[in-house]
């Protein structure tokens, strides 16, 4: 008998497995591609009929390796038909196709790296190693030029209007089927209230009547012919009257006085009984709904003989009146009497006045100091604390806007302004739950759909981001167009930003290398590098890049 033959029938002596290829396996993506923080992919294997020995367990462990660091994945263990165990058995006869997903945290410097296999090998009383097997070479991390840094926070707004339109009224009551303007009625509150704003707007450079108004009205009860004479008789008296005042009080720059009369004033009548608290209302609404024509209301009504009387001191006196109303215009500071009272006097504007003296400039550190100023001035509106915080944001002094934007949302809990511009700065500290929640809570946010788009690509949902951010010119929505491999839309986004960026060009040269136009590569390379030297190293280590000569650019 033969050594081996004596081997085999102790130990199961037999062949120990051969090195593999990279020919043996198959990897998707290939290069590797970031996907939100992560580097995932499938490593399938086929494994030859006749090579995997039925004694033998093989472990195969997938290694990221970069720079000087290397990161294992998940383990796949394989074993022949005789090894007694759980793990996914390979016939010697047909072989298998196997697979191993993989899945790393992603690191900037694995964009140059390689993904390695290692195959520890158990056979019987022997363990060995075979050689390393490469299997893909490279991360794609174009999704990782995604950074809520861009974004631009939401601002909460002033409420400065330049022209205000107020209205100020005043009734003058009358006494069942009289015209004749009494003098208490002359005197009231009310009318030394209307006649006094009236005067003020008159002599007020920055105030404008646009219109005086006389409506005058008489109850529904007493026929449609008397009181028509009655609801105009009002109507001139009241003009007089009016007129009078206006004259002496030397009120003479106003737009137009009109004036007009109701002889029966049932849309009135209706709507005080409604409120009412006669006991029968429902049936005297009932009647204004069965009869249209006004004298078969009212004798409908008059028949009513026990609400009628309860009509005629309740509701039908609140009917004899005319209103007079004014319309005025109050003209607000201009723009520039706005900055020469910000320079000379801070303190002599409104809140609202300096939120709005903010945005008359595009100097972002002229903002900031004219909300510090406002801040300063108004400590308990916190659109000023939120909106100093969004110019610190656009500086990159993200410290200094969270400071100020939780100022703001002690302040203001519910602004939804305020949410959307903390979870900005949750996206920038990887905190994907809180930004979530935060953005949750600031739905209708105009800026919120930017920001929403990034924390899409961070989470590897492309399409919701594309959809999300939709029109939006800006680099974040261009990527997710490249991402999603619409090229296109990608391009006339990147061609409508209105002030290109670094980020801009690389993202174009980008689509360059995807669409295999080099010279659009190169030129876009160039630009990009020269507005930030940083990215000649990515672009150097950068998969997207793979297939050209950037020697000549770099």
């Known amino acids: 008998m033969s050594l081996c033959a004596t081997l085999l029938l102790g130990t199961g002596c037999s062949k120990q497995l051969t090195q593999l290829s990279s020919d043996n396996f198959n990897v998707n993506p290939s290069p590797l591609e970031v996907e939100g923080s992560l580097v995932p992919a499938t490593i399938t294997g086929q494994i030859p009929a006749k090579y995997f020995q039925k004694n033998a367990e093989v472990t195969i462990t997938p290694y990221l390796v970069y720079g000087d660091k290397e990161k294992a994945g998940n383990a796949l263990v394989l074993q022949g038909e005789k090894v007694r165990g759980n793990h996914q058995v390979v016939p010697y006869e047909t072989g298998a196709t196997v697979a191993l997903p993989v899945s790393y945290e992603y690191e900037p410097e694995m964009m140059k790296s390689n993904l390695w296999l290692d195959f520890n090998v158990k056979q019987g009383n022997k363990t ?42 005043a009734d003058i009551m009358f006494l069942i089927n009289q015209t004749n303007v009494r003098a208490d009625q002359i005197n009231t509150a009310a009318m030394k209230e209307f006649n006094g704003a009236v005067k003020e707007a008159n002599d007020d450079a920055r105030r404008e009547i646009k219109e005086i108004n006389i409506s005058s009205y008489a109850s529904p009860e007493g026929g449609v012919k008397l009181n028509t004479r009655i609801a105009e008789g009002r109507e001139q008296n009241t003009k007089k009257y009016l007129d009078k005042t206006l004259k002496e009080n030397s009120v003479d720059e106003f737009g137009e006085l009109t004036s007009d009369f109701t002889a029966q004033d049932w ?22 709904s069965m009869y249209k024509d006004p004298e078969e209301r009212e004798r409908e009504i008059r028949n009513l003989s026990s609400v009628f009387d309860q009509l005629a001191q309740q509701v039908l006196p609140q009917l004899r009146y005319s209103r007079l109303s004014a319309t005025i215009e109050v003209i ?51 659109r000023t604390f939120n909106n100093l915080g969004m110019c610190q944001f656009a500086d990159g002094d993200y410290d200094a806007a969270e400071r100020n934007f939780n100022k703001a949302a002690k302040l203001n809990p519910e602004s939804k302004e ?22 949750g809570n600031a739905a209708g946010v105009k800026e919120l759909n930017d920001a929403l788009g990034v924390y899409y690509i961070n989470q590897g949902d492309l399409n919701a981001a594309k959809s999300t951010m939709g029109n939006s010119a800006s680099n974040n929505a261009a990527l997710a167009q490249i991402l999603t491999k619409d090229y296109n839309a990608a391009k006339n986004t990147l061609v409508s930003i209105e002030k290109p960026d670094a980020t801009t060009y690389y993202l174009m040269a980008v689509l360059g290398a995807r669409t295999n136009n080099e ?3 190169t030129s876009n390379l160039r630009q990009a590098v020269k507005l930030d030297k940083e990215l000649a190293k990515r672009a150097l280590n950068d998969k997207e890049f793979s297939k050209f000569n950037l020697s000549n650019v770099l």
């Open 267 to 288: 849309e009135g009548f209706q709507r005080l009984v409604a409120e009412s608290n006669i006991q029968d209302k429902e049936l005297i609404l009932s009647v204004l």
């Open 332 to 382: 607000g500071k201009s723009d520039k009497e706005i900055q020469e009272a910000y320079a000379n006097d801070p303190k002599s504007l409104s809140v609202e006045e300096l939120l709005y003296a903010a945005t008359l400039t595009d100097d972002n550190s002229k903002k900031a100091e004219i909300y510090s100023t406002a801040a300063e001035i108004y400590p308990n509106d916190y």
């Open 128 to 169: 060995y190693v075979l050689p390393r097997v490469k299997v893909a070479e490279g991360v794609l991390a174009t999704a990782t030029l995604a950074t809520a840094a861009t974004v631009t926070p939401a601002i909460a707004t002033d409420n400065f209007q330049r022209i205000i339109n107020e209205k100020v009224e």
């Open 418 to 439: 305020v949410q959307m511009n903390q979870g900005l700065i949750s996206l920038l500290d990887k905190d994907y739950d809180t930004a979530n929640e935060k953005f």
């Open 519 to 521: 010279q659009m590569v």
